[in-house]
């Protein structure tokens, strides 16, 4: 788009294109509804609102740099070269627009399709909603040469909009402070800001996106910084995922174009891992239930691998049926689609509903993939080579599935003997602790409340899945266990990995191990198992990690227990007071130092415990790093643990 035709365009984008749908009243009365959560993830929506409002800007051409700030006091400032938002009149609201946009949920030009023609953001709340959750935000627009600034708190403008000054340049700047009222906690994580800019920049190629984190400095004393940006788009993003693993093609299977007025953008690679990696995208909205766009994807990809592997006559000597999900293995995927309206449904609202997305994304796929196949006749072998062995491996874990589930029916329910189980029976109330070893499972079984609480001890480490075939793993006696304890079923015509939680028995899976070095490992291997094998169950929310404390700090009759380095030393300092002896420090190395009563006190009993519960903020980013951490590929792990060995604590 040349200059002329962007200025052009420009002047159509005025008051009037911003539409009003509803007031902002109930934001601070429940904020949740709008935002997700007052938490972590709730907290940093508040930026991605921001940013979403820039990368929308980008989108319909005007904006190609937005910049982030964590400033000392974790405000957040958002800056973007794009248009500026209009600060004319509004007609309707006789107010200027700005104050409209920064006002009114749901206001903003995204909601007048002529002004844009997709639009990310999964609430769709806008930058209104940041607003009435900040205790003091700032917008400062700089548009047709003039510089124009507003002031709000807690969302009610501190004064008009007021012209300060002149301007060479357009765009838009957003500082916001949120209300610490509001959320359990202001303190914004550089790291997932930085990812989730990271993901912008492969999903939008030709944007560049920095972050600077005014909290901290490196060693000469530059404050921390990123920037991101995206020649390749997916096709880098395909290859940054995969880092840590073997890829079995030279290049990535690429294609963009646009099918029946929906643009399209897939990049996909196959790799010599056992695991399906497919992370689909609407308007940049991670949706990892899946929908309609997956379901095309999977469509395509299935019809024209199963046709190019018959007439390839590779196929003949095998005695058993290809299924839809072998065709997927050691299969990296992005797919990213841009939908005008797009309608979101699932357990968590983001699984795509839109029908007509289907059929475009399937037609694209096949496209693509009839012309690399065509185009390397070395490269589409050897990917149906990769299918054959995981129809073989899926065939024998079948058999090895079946084993687990027949001898579960044939046992009255095959509750595993080493499982203490609880005597109630609602879901709802039950959990049941993953313990590292014998010793601690037997201590928990002592301190626990028996009637929701189950104990179910697990033998050393459990296999490494991330390295593993699916039989392999159907046979191992700990994973065998897990799965019959918990009552979960997998796999069926359709879906060998397909998972039926129809009988889970508990609503809480807690992982207790050691606070050391082989426990923190443990604990790693078992959530590599339930993140390649019970996504949902983290998903759902119902995975948790138990934290035991790491001191008792004793003087006389006095014991305190302390979570953290910060609180030994702050309970130590206490119970010295004015004395001269110091407290006596006790080091818990595993749970088996503790006796009954105190696992239960410190770590089991719910009205003092704290457990940690496991979420998804980015499945891109999970998956590559457990790939990292668990796979074969050396370098990258190396390169991580050199990167945060400064972090690490070394028991002794």
């Not at 934001?27 to 940093?44: E, F, Q, S, T």
């Not at 007048?112 to 999964?122: N, R």
Request: charged share 30%; aromatic share 8%.
């Amino acid at each position: 788009m040349s200059e002329e035709e962007k200025l052009d365009r420009s002047k159509d984008y005025s008051a009037n294109n911003i539409q009003v749908l509803e007031g902002l009243e109930a934001v601070r009365k429940r904020p949740a509804m709008y935002i997700g959560d007052v938490g972590v993830k709730g907290l940093h929506h508040l930026v991605y609102e921001v940013v979403d409002n820039s990368i929308d800007e980008a989108l319909a051409g005007y904006c190609d740099t937005i910049d982030v700030f964590i400033n000392e006091n974790n405000s957040i400032t958002v800056i973007d070269n794009g248009r500026g938002i209009p600060v004319e009149m509004h007609e309707k609201e006789q107010k200027s627009a700005l104050e409209v946009v920064m006002t009114v949920l749901h206001a903003g030009g995204k909601f007048d399709k002529d002004t844009y023609k997709v639009s990310g953001g999964l609430h769709g709340v806008g930058v209104s909603c940041v607003n009435a959750l900040s205790t003091q935000l700032i917008a400062e627009v700089h548009r047709n040469g003039k510089v124009y600034s507003q002031e709000y708190a807690i969302g009610v403008p501190q004064h008009p909009v007021k012209e300060i000054g002149t301007t060479e340049i357009n765009g838009t700047k957003v500082t916001f402070l949120p209300d610490a009222s509001i959320f359990d906690s202001t303190v914004y994580s550089y790291d997932t800001l930085s990812n989730r800019l990271r993901e912008l920049a492969f999903l939008n190629k030709g944007i560049k996106l920095t972050i600077t984190d005014k909290r901290k400095t490196d060693e000469e004393g530059n404050f921390i910084s990123d920037e991101f940006f995206s020649e390749g788009g997916l096709k880098e993003f395909v290859f940054f995922l995969d880092e840590s693993r073997e890829t079995l093609i030279e290049d990535a299977i690429y294609i963009e174009g646009e099918k029946d007025g929906i643009p399209v953008e897939v990049a996909m690679l196959y790799n010599t891992s056992y695991s399906e990696n497919i992370h689909a995208y609407v308007n940049n909205i991670n949706t990892h239930e899946g929908g309609t766009h997956l379901s095309g994807f999977r469509m395509g990809l299935t019809r024209t691998l199963k046709k190019y592997a018959d007439e390839s006559g590779m196929l003949s000597k095998l005695k058993f049926e290809i299924a839809g999900d072998d065709f997927r293995e050691g299969l990296t995927a992005v797919i990213s689609v841009k939908v005008q309206e797009p309608q979101f449904e699932g357990q968590t609202k983001t699984k795509l509903g839109n029908r007509e997305v289907t059929s475009p994304v399937s037609q694209a796929v096949s496209e693509m993939l009839e012309n690399y196949l065509e185009e390397h006749p070395k490269d589409a072998k050897t990917i149906v080579n990769k299918v054959i062995l995981a129809a073989t491996a899926r065939h024998a874990a079948r058999k090895a599935r079946e084993m687990v589930q027949r001898k579960g029916a044939l046992t009255g329910g095959g509750l595993p003997g080493k499982l203490a189980d609880c005597s109630s029976k609602d879901p709802a109330e039950c959990e049941i602790y993953l313990v590292e070893g014998d010793s601690a499972g037997g201590t928990a079984k002592q301190g626990r409340d028996r009637h929701f609480q189950a104990i179910m001890p697990l033998r050393g480490k459990i296999l490494n899945v991330e390295k593993a075939m699916q039989h392999k793993i159907f046979e191992n006696e700990e994973i065998k266990n897990i799965y019959t304890a918990l009552g979960v079923r997998v796999g069926t015509d359709e879906d060998s990995k397909a998972l039926n939680m129809e009988k889970l028995r508990y609503h809480k899976v807690i992982i207790m191990c050691d606070a050391d070095v082989d426990g923190s490992h443990i604990v790693t291997l078992i959530l590599t198992f339930f993140f390649r094998h019970m996504k949902e169950m983290i998903e759902m929310g119902y995975i948790y990690i138990a934290t035991p404390p790491l001191y008792l700090v004793k003087k006389g009759n006095k014991e305190v227990y302390a979570w953290t380095d910060d609180d030994r030393d702050r309970i130590a300092l206490e119970l010295k007071g004015n004395g001269t002896t110091s407290p006596g420090i006790q080091r818990y190395k595993g749970l088996g130092e503790m006796n009954a009563e105190q696992l239960w006190s410190t770590t089991m009993n719910p009205e003092f415990r704290t457990l940690r519960q496991v979420s998804i903020e980015s499945a891109a980013d999970a998956d590559r790093t457990f790939s990292m951490l668990m796979g074969d590929d050396v370098p990258p792990r190396r390169d991580f643990i050199e990167k945060n060995a400064k972090y690490a604590k070394i028991d002794i």
